[in-house]
Each structure stands twice: as C-alpha cells, then as structure tokens.
C-alpha cells in the first residue's frame, strides 16, 4: 500500500467517526494533518474587512492579505510555495467554500512530493466546508476576524447578510459594504436557484438602529416572498406592505434584479435608487440600465395607482453587472473631488482586463477609496457586482 492510500484510508476513518463532528476546528485540523502525513497545518481566516490573514492560534501573527505570498494565495486562488523559516517548505491552499474566499492554509513540510499536495488540496476542501458550517455559531471565529468593535445597527444588519460572494460555473455574484463596523442602513443580498441568480441592494433613510431595522424587515420581506416564488413585482410588493405596516416613517430604496443564468435576460425594479452599470467588452455602457426609477419602498402611495415597473435587458457573454449605493460614487478622492461614475467603472473595467477575480476586484476597489488620504466615505458604500457565462450547449 502506497503512502498515498494510506493517507486516504486514514482520513476515511476520521470522516466516518461522528465523534470528529463535535470537534473544535484547531483539533479537528491537527488531527486530519496527521491522518493525512502532513506535519504541520494552520488556518489562517481572512477578517472582516479582508486586510489580513489571521491565524486561528495565534492572533498576534498575522499576515496582509497584500504584500505576503499567503495573502497572494488569498487574492488569486491559487497554490504557492515557498521556503519555510524553520527548514523544508511551506504550501499555501486557498481556502474557499464554493465562491466565498475565507482564508488559506498552510502546510508545512520536508518536501512537497505530489502525495503532499494532494493531500493538501483535499484537507483545503474539508476545511472550507467545516469553517462554513461552524462560523455561524461560534464566537471564537467572529472575534479572530474582527479588529474593532462593531456598533449596534452593524452588528443587526450583518447578521442578515449571506456570504460576500457565490457563484457556479456560469455566475458569480460579489460584493462588499463599508464602513465595515459603522453601516447603518445599507446591505445587499444574493441567492441562486437553478435557473436564477437572484440579486438586490437595499439603502434605507438615515444612520441609525431605526435605519439597520428597516433594512433589516425589507430583506427579510424580500427573502420571505422570494422562498414561495413570487415574481419581482410581488417582491417589491411584500417590501411595501411590511414597511407599511411595522415601520410606517420608514423608506428603503434599492435595485432588485433577477437574471436567468440559461438565456442571459436580466429583469429589475428600481425603487429610487442610482441605476445599475453595465461594463461589456471592457467599456462602460453609459446609461444602458438606466431607466425612470420608480417610488423608494414604504412609499407605494407616491405610485399614484400603477404597478411597479419591470425592466428588460438580454446580458452577454461576459457582461458585468454592478449595483451600488451612492455612497460609492460620493466618497472623496485625494484631490478633494466625488470619486463619481467614471472613476467607479473604469476602476472595475482596468481591472477585469487584468483577468482578476470579480471578489479580488472589489475588495481593492473598496479598499482605494477608504484609503483616500482625505475624507474618504462620507455614508454607506455598497457594492454588489455579478458576472455571466452561459452554459455551453449541449451536443
């Protein structure tokens, strides 16, 4: 028997005993490196805002997601290998669940023979999956990823919101939201079906608690109508009615879309909102989304009798479709100017030509406009990009 049928056999045995289930994440990763020959394995976790790799045993050493091959590893899913300090070699797995880029592993060894890596690749994969399925509920995973503490309406919002990125082979839906521990009434969601991508971004009056709730009820009215297969319209509808009657002060504007992942028809309602961009063959088609808005939510009397309206576009192979709340296009520049429309999409539209990752794209979007040495944001930034491929046809 080979070392590698070994491994396999050893990390059979680990997964086939319900015991292992209920283990704590470090002991569970020290146990699969050894059933697996690996001598020595860390998690590093990305935190909240995608700055550093922090290590799940030890916080003081992290690592910038920029300037260091582990935050490499992060930012392009993919392998890299480097010398170890303490002699042998160091492999660098990103660690990802579907589309979600959580963090990397490192496998540290005498040498990287192909057994080693493969072995790696398929302890990265199990990894993934048990820190997606256990983050939920477990603090320890909250307080390594967060560097500050986290207002009130933050702390609400964030935990309706679903994973920053997901996708299958035809469609990947990311985004980002800042000031990552302020936010106070701006989120987004994303969910998909078989045929559908659902996607929508939600910005509601004011900075505050009542703010964070009224958010809060208007995505949960949107998922609630969206789980019995209500139609765009009846989305808004549900959104209407539970603002109406919970939070009657209240509004919300936002974009709903929803893009059929075999054909490419892309379908939205904007209530109020800026309208979204679309970038195609790496050129930003000005006004090609642009539509007359119709009233914010929480304000279905200001339709004056008509329905909400649904728009219509055919997508493209390729296309990229961004959605955003305006405190995007208000943050400042160094020079003391609106970072605007233009600079938004030619931002993304360098970096899509570069060939990088939608969720690489906007983190370092986000980043460049927080970084600004002048006032930076001055409200909630939002930004929710998705990119189409369609099936390939069948023979």
């Not at 997601?65 to 935050?71: C, E, H, I, K, P």
């Not at 005498?110 to 939920?136: F, Y």
């Not at 003391?336 to 939608?358: K, M, P, W």
Request: with cysteine; charged share 25%; glycine share 8%.
């Amino acid at each position: 028997m080979t070392t590698s049928d070994v491994g396999d056999d050893r990390l059979e045995a680990f997964l086939a005993d319900p015991e292992n289930s209920t283990l704590d994440l470090s002991t569970a990763v020290a146990r699969c490196s050894r059933a697996l020959g690996l001598r020595h394995s860390v998690v590093y976790l990305a935190d909240l805002q995608q700055r550093r790799l922090v290590p799940l045993t030890d916080v003081t050493s992290a690592l910038p997601v920029d300037g260091s091959l582990a935050g490499w590893s992060y930012r392009t899913q993919s392998l890299r290998v480097e010398e170890s300090g303490a002699g042998g070699m160091t492999a660098w797995f990103p660690l990802v669940d579907s589309a979600e880029r959580l963090g990397v592993l490192a496998v540290h060894s005498p040498a990287l023979t192909p057994v080693t890596l493969r072995h790696g690749r398929a302890l990265a994969t199990l990894l993934g999956m048990m820190i997606t399925s256990k983050r939920t509920y477990k603090d320890s995973f909250v307080r390594r990823t967060r560097t500050e503490p986290m207002r009130l309406p933050a702390e609400m919002l964030r935990a309706f919101l679903p994973p920053r990125t997901i996708g299958t082979g035809h469609v990947v839906s990311t985004a980002v939201l800042e000031p990552a521990y302020e936010i106070g009434g701006d989120a987004f969601d994303h969910s998909l079906t078989e045929t559908t991508l659902h996607a929508s971004v939600f910005d509601a009056m004011g900075h505050n608690l009542a703010s964070g709730l009224t958010t809060a009820v208007s995505l949960a009215a949107c998922r609630n109508a969206r789980r019995t297969g209500a139609d765009l319209p009846e989305l808004v509808e549900c959104v209407d009615n539970a603002l109406g009657e919970w939070l009657p002060d209240q509004f919300c504007t936002g974009v709903l879309a929803q893009l059929d992942l075999v054909g490419g028809t892309l379908r939205w309602i904007n209530c109020g909102h800026p309208p979204p961009l679309l970038i195609r063959e790496q050129r930003l088609l000005v006004d090609a989304l642009r539509r007359e808005a119709d009233p914010p939510m929480g304000l279905p009397f200001l339709l004056a009798g008509r329905p909400r309206r649904t728009h219509e576009i055919a997508l493209r192979p390729g296309d990229r479709v961004l959605m955003y709340t305006d405190g995007v296009i208000e943050a400042r520049t160094p020079d003391g100017s609106e970072f605007g429309l233009e600079r938004f999409a030619d931002y993304v539209i360098r970096a899509t030509a570069a060939g990088e990752l939608a969720s690489e794209t906007l983190r370092r979007l986000i980043h460049s406009i927080l970084d600004s040495p002048s006032t930076g944001l001055r409200d909630d930034a939002t930004i929710l990009m998705f990119e189409w491929w369609p099936p390939a046809p069948e023979r």
